[in-house]
Structure formats: C-alpha cells, structure tokens
C-alpha cells in the first residue's frame, strides 16, 4: 500500500525518510483554529484526523497520515509565536520549567481509520534573557510550536526528556511503525530491502 504524508512540515517529512519510509507528501488545507473550550489533546487528535481525511479523499487507495503538534504549559497551548516579541515571551515562560509535547496523529487507509495522541514531557533549564534573545534572533523559533526547535538551535535548552525525542521534532515514528507494517508499509534498510 502507498503511504501518503498528509503535511506540508519538512520537519515531518524528514523524520519519516529519515526512518527509511517511502513516501508521497500532499499538503491538506484545514482550519487549525481550537474551537472554544477544546482541550489540547482533543484538538491535536482532531486535527490529525482532519488532515489525514482531507487527503484520504483524494488518495483512496493510500495510507493517509495526518499529524499535529502542540506544547503545553500550564494547561495552556503554545503554537506558534506571532512575531520575535511573542518568541521572547515564549521562552521565558518555558525556561526552567517541564512541559509537554502533545502529537495527535491518524493513518487513514482503506480499512479505516487508527490515531491516537503521543505525549512527551520535556524539561528546560533557566534561559538568560541573552540566550533567549540570541536565539529569537535566529529566526528559528517562528514557525515552530512553542517557540523553538530541539533539534536546532534548542538543542541545549532541555535537560531532560520523558518520552519520544521525535515526538518533540513533530511525529513519533516509533510508535507508527507497527500500524505501518500491519498496513504492509515497510522501511526501507540501508541496502534498500525491505522487512
């Protein structure tokens, strides 16, 4: 069966060809505004399915993954920041606190449907304003939820990480891979075989 990657994040794309998958990439168009009263879970797990549905439209005969991510403080959601300001106060906020990364993803495929919501927590050591400020610089931070990248440039903002690293960067593969193969979707190994 085909896979499809029904998102336009190459982050995401990158993680899934890094896994050793082959696969075709369709942006879809959906509205990503929480609806009023929405918890954070309730609305990644909802957007994932979106996304994976809206393409699965157009793509039958696929398996469809659609997949949205969030950070949340205190109950609260940090998507992306809305100009370098936002970033700032972003950050402060995070540093020297835990937080968690919610993934809600769903595979849509001709049998049905699975999804389901990956939570990572993640612990930031005390930021200086400096460091903040640097790192706003950059540019990095504006289009990542939360205001920043684990995998960049806020490598070394983390000291401590409970659960899927790649749940951070924005698509737990580990936990697709089972319901990848069941669907007979296979990574690619190194020598260009599959399981």
């Not at 998958?21 to 797990?45: I, Q």
């Not at 968690?100 to 849509?108: D, K, P, Q, R």
């Amino acid at each position: 069966m085909r896979l499809v990657l029904a998102s336009g994040s190459p982050r995401r794309s990158r993680l899934l060809a890094d896994a050793g998958y082959t696969f075709d990439v369709v942006a879809p168009d959906v509205d990503e505004t929480p609806s009023a009263g929405e918890s954070p879970t309730s609305l990644v797990e909802r957007l994932a399915m979106a996304k994976a549905v809206a393409v699965a439209q157009t793509h039958p005969d696929a398996a469809v993954l659609g997949a949205d991510t969030v950070v949340v403080l205190d109950h609260r959601i940090l998507g992306k920041p809305a100009d370098a300001g936002h970033a700032d106060d972003m950050l402060r906020d995070l540093s020297g606190r835990d937080h968690t990364v919610l993934t809600g993803w769903a595979i849509a495929h001709p049998a049905g449907c699975e999804r389901n919501v990956t939570v990572t927590t993640v612990t930031f050591r005390a930021l200086s304003a400096g460091e903040i400020s640097d790192y706003v610089g950059t540019g990095e931070p504006m289009d990542k939820a939360g205001a920043y990248a684990i995998q960049g440039g806020a490598a070394g903002f983390a000291t401590g990480i409970a659960g899927s690293y790649r749940n951070i960067v924005g698509l737990p593969v580990g936990d697709l891979y089972p319901i990848l193969l069941g669907l007979g979707i296979c990574p690619r190994r190194p020598d260009g075989s599959t399981d």
